[in-house]
């Protein structure tokens, strides 16, 4: 089994920062790629950024320059630096990883999600 833990979110005023934690844990031999979407209330669940297993980063349009994901492949986790919240971003933020259970096997972990709400 392999959980994930968010951490981090809440209501901050428009301009302001927030900093998402996601930790993983059980059976781990290796991840892969881990990820941060997002989903707002009647909207599908979208990726908001991504980093790969050797650094690479990916970010959808919206947040560039304001938001920065950043992993520890010691510690298992991954991290979401938010700044210059804008209300538009105000959603649940879920975590993601692509994990490598072994014996050959993959498993696509989600975390349980947490409230980001921008408002002043």
């Known amino acids: 089994q392999v959980q994930l833990v968010e951490s981090g979110g809440g209501l901050v005023h428009p301009g302001g920062s927030l900093r998402l934690s996601c930790a993983a844990s059980g059976v781990i031999f290796g991840i892969l790629d881990m990820a941060w979407y997002r989903q707002a209330p009647g909207k599908q669940r979208d990726l908001v950024a991504l980093i790969t297993d050797i650094g690479g980063e990916k970010y959808v349009d919206s947040v560039k320059g304001r938001f920065t994901i950043s992993r520890d492949n010691d510690k298992n986790t991954v991290t979401l630096q938010m700044n210059s919240l804008k209300p538009e971003d105000t959603a649940v933020y879920f975590c993601?990883?692509?994990?490598?259970?072994?014996?050959?096997?993959?498993?696509?972990?989600w975390g349980q999600g947490t409230q980001v709400t921008v408002s002043s």
């Open positions: 993601n990883a692509g994990v490598n259970i072994g014996y050959g096997r993959f498993h696509d972990a």
